[in-house]
């Protein structure tokens, strides 16, 4: 049986290209909500003392098929912590490519799982809905 490990790696805020277009970028949702790709403080995970690194370490598990296939890849999943914690519209740009797909949806589950031990963001002393990144990276030993 192969050895696998699943690399964490650490959290980031949308892509480089997206970080400086906020107001074009922004999702309009209703009239005073948005999703904002900057934010003066930036949502913060919490778990039983965990860090997301580390609460993914903990419960991503490499799927037994794409182990027995030889299966790698680095998964990168977006979503959005709301203003009450919650993780929203979580997605990957990865879906749809067949061979990795055991794997997207490994990593869109335990990201969903995160949902609630999130500290929203805040801007202007106000809570606001982030756009947020993570790259899950699987790698076979």
Known sequence: MKAFRI???IVFI?????????AKDSVS???????????????????KGKGIS????????????AIDNGIEAN???DFVVDTMGRVL???SKDNGNARKQILVDEAIRVIKATSGYWK????????VRMRMRIPITFKLD
């Open 89 to 91: 519209y979580v997605v």
């Open 14 to 22: 949308s892509s480089s290209s997206v970080l400086f277009a906020q």
């Open 75 to 77: 998964i990168i999943v």
């Open 54 to 65: 580390e609460f993914i370490m903990d419960n991503l598990k490499y799927p037994q098929t």
């Open 7 to 9: 690399v964490s790696l």
């Open 29 to 47: 949702l209703g009239a005073d909500e948005k999703i904002v790709s900057v934010a003066e403080t930036i949502p913060a995970f919490s778990y």
């Open 120 to 127: 929203p963001g805040y801007t202007n002393g106000k809570k």
